[in-house]
């Protein structure tokens, strides 16, 4: 029986980190939230230069593209060229994008894993125990976040909390384009994919559990 209490706790475990991690993962793909922000953001003028709600999106999916590609260096926001503070800037943001995905492949194969043990015996529950744990560490994260000093997180905080984005430096558009509201409506929807994702695990408990069922002829 302890081997499988040791997985109960594995299993749980690898379902809260592979929810919160993959929302985060699918946050990085988001580009609804910029499109939707922007709207009343116009028009941008930075530098001297005058940019249309048209071009601040397609430049905005370009870089976004950029962002998500794991070894790919960001130095292009569209048409124009990021300034090498801004560069390091995006670096250091796509770092915890880069540990995201280790972290949430890591979990699923640990879950996998875990469940092919557990399923001898129809202990399906940690998928419960999992999304419920991944609320608490989304508030342990929150709560790292606000008492954080290393730059990157400290910048986050100031974009979610006061729409400051000073984070970013001048010289080029990138900070000029980002609407005030967008790292708050970033953060729930942030919240909200964690939400989904973890009424996707039980759901997949229960269709389990039903398709197992005995059936009666």
Request: some cysteine; charged content about 20%.
């Amino acid at each position: 029986m302890e081997i499988y209490k040791k997985h109960q706790l594995i299993a749980s475990v690898s379902v809260a980190l592979f929810i919160v991690y993959t929302a985060f993962i699918l946050l990085a793909m988001n580009q609804s939230v910029y499109k939707r922000c922007v709207k009343d953001y116009k028009p941008i003028t930075a530098e001297g230069v005058t940019v249309s709600e048209f071009e601040a999106v397609l430049c905005f999916e370009q870089l976004s593209e950029s962002f998500r590609r794991f070894f790919h260096k960001t130095d292009e926001f569209g048409a124009y060229t990021l300034t090498g503070a801004n560069i390091k800037k995006i670096a250091g943001l796509k770092g915890y994008y880069r540990m995201a995905w280790v972290i949430a492949i890591i979990s699923f194969v640990m879950m996998i894993n875990s469940f092919s043990i557990l399923s001898k015996r129809r202990l399906y529950k940690p998928f419960n125990y999992g999304s419920i744990l991944a609320g608490g560490l989304t508030a342990l994260h929150w709560l790292i976040l606000m008492k954080a000093k290393r730059p990157v997180l400290a910048g986050v905080r100031a974009m979610i909390l006061h729409e400051n984005y000073d984070y970013f430096a001048d010289g080029d558009l990138l900070k000029t384009m980002i609407p005030p509201e967008y790292a708050r409506s970033m953060l729930l929807h942030y919240l909200l994919l964690v939400f989904i994702l973890s009424l996707l695990m039980i759901g997949i408990r229960l269709f389990i559990l039903y398709k197992g069922r005995p059936h009666r002829f």
